[in-house]
């Protein structure tokens, strides 16, 4: 992998025709965002659940819960392009927004204060050198959904099993599956925290 600021650079302002906000929103991915939406209907969370995306993006997802009724929603996005993008688009959508990246604000987040924390393909970017994000995550919320590239290595890529990862922070698998629109290197993971005997 680059450099954790190089990496950062990228997703402030992706600079190929691969990763700009707006391609994020078609019909192809709403229907990664309407199976996370019915992974996320299957846990028992209320729809006044307090829901964090991290690397929210454009806002596809936290649109996608907002239709199905959740309220209390929230994101990390390290692009102020993609928060520009996601007003235009999703003009109906009220989330709490912080514009940085995770590792500048996760850890001012008070323990338990998400019933529900997520990703999609966000935590495959995460460099190395941030790996302490993960107990991070583990410590602010109860529920925790991983929909991540687990096999690809590039330099902005890392392959990681986060079953392993998350199992280790008191996190216990409840459900793993594959993402309607995503390859198969995607695997989608839901964890629940363990309680403390």
């Known amino acids: 992998m680059k450099s954790r600021e ?10 190929d025709m691969v990763n700009r906000p707006q391609d994020y929103v078609t019909d192809e991915h709403q229907r990664r965002t309407d199976t996370l ?35 209390d929603l929230y994101g990390i ?9 996601m007003k235009s688009h999703y003009p109906d959508l009220s989330v709490s927004l912080v514009v940085a990246p995770v590792e500048e604000k996760i850890r001012e987040i008070p323990d338990n ?6 990703t999609m393909a966000v935590l495959q970017h995460l460099h190395p050198k941030s790996n302490w994000v993960f107990a991070e995550m583990a410590r ?6 991983t929909i991540e590239d687990e096999y690809s290595q590039g330099w902005r890529h890392k ?3 986060y079953e392993r990862v ?15 629109g995503l390859s198969p290197k995607f695997i989608g993971r839901a964890f629940r925290k363990e309680t403390i005997r």
């Open 166 to 180: 998350f199992s280790r922070l008191r996190m216990k698998q409840i459900g793993k599956g594959a993402i309607r």
């Open 37 to 71: 939406v019915s992974i996320i209907e299957r846990l028992p969370l209320r729809k006044n659940a307090r829901i964090l995306e991290i690397g929210c993006n454009v806002g596809r997802n936290l649109e996608g819960l907002r239709l199905a009724g959740y309220t």
């Open 113 to 118: 204060h998400f019933t529900l924390v997520f």
């Open 140 to 145: 602010i919320t109860q529920y925790l959904i």
């Open 77 to 85: 996005e390290i692009s102020k392009m993609a928060i520009t993008a």
């Open 159 to 161: 392959a990681r099993n």
């Open 6 to 15: 190089k990496i950062h650079a990228y997703w402030r302002n992706p600079d």
